[in-house]
T-cell receptor, first 114, second 110 residues
Framework: GAGVSQSPSNKVTEKGKDVELRCDPI?????LYWYRQSLGQGLEFLIY????????KSGLPSDRFSAERTGGSVSTLTIQRTQQEDSAVYLC????????????FGSGTQLSVL | QKEVEQDPGPLSVPEGAIVSLNCTYS??????FMWYRQYSRKGPELLMY????GNKEDGRFTAQVDKSSKYISLFIRDSQPSDSATYLC??????????FGAGTTVTVRA
């Protein structure tokens, strides 16, 4: 596709359930980011992948959060035992090279934990 | 203290007015300055990218950076209803990690 694709666009889950969010970056982009955007807050960095290097997981808020990127392309963000404070929009972005100059964002997944 | 501070607004202006947005930052290592625009239910998209102090123009948009004051601005001239969106500043040092402001929501009234 032409842009970054995220699925699902909306996810409603019950507290304590696990969820998986998917990101399809732009073809050829080696850098991939996950950010979280809560109402009235800026984008909070979660994790960064670059090629085959070890990911930078320094932004993950707890060990309930994990992410992987298979084959240098598709990425999945998993949240285990969801809590109400996990409710937010989860945004994925990709960029060329080492990243950071121009990020291309998907439309995000709106996660609601009841 | 957050690394990047941005007044969330909201800001409402009549069509044709100049919109002025700004951010302050605390880390003098920041070298790259960006403005992203985010429409409702969409991801942010890059509007402007600057590296040095001074002004950069692109059509109706002007980005201004004052590194000595750690202050960046975005001006939108002749604002249009289609400019109604949330504007986020983003700043980074030499690595790949961007620090974002909270975003300012702008409404341009027809």
């Amino acid at each position: 596709g032409a842009g970054v694709s995220q699925s699902p666009s909306n996810k409603v889950t019950e507290k304590g359930k696990d969820v998986e969010l998917r990101c399809d970056p732009i073809s050829g982009h080696t850098a991939l980011y996950w950010y979280r955007q809560s109402l009235g807050q800026g984008l909070e960095f979660l994790i960064y992948f670059q090629g085959n290097s070890a990911p930078d997981k320094s932004g993950l808020p707890s060990d309930r959060f994990s992410a992987e990127r298979t084959g240098g392309s598709v990425s999945t963000l998993t949240i285990q035992r969801t809590q109400q404070e996990d409710s937010a929009v989860y945004l994925c972005a990709s960029s060329v090279g080492t990243g950071g100059k121009k990020l291309f964002f998907g439309s995000g997944t709106q996660l609601s934990v009841l | 203290q957050k690394e990047v501070e941005q007044d969330p607004g909201p800001l409402s202006v009549p069509e044709g007015a100049i919109v002025s947005l700004n951010c302050t930052y605390s880390n003098s290592a920041f070298q790259y300055f960006m403005w992203y625009r985010q429409y409702s239910r969409k991801g942010p998209e890059l509007l402007m990218y600057t590296y040095s102090s001074g002004n950069k123009e692109d059509g109706r948009f002007t980005a201004q950076v004052d590194k000595s004051s750690k202050y960046i601005s975005l001006f939108i001239r002749d604002s249009q209803p289609s400019d109604s969106a949330t504007y986020l500043c983003a700043i980074r040092s030499n690595d790949y990690k961007l620090s974002f402001g909270a975003g300012t929501t702008v409404t341009v009234r027809a």
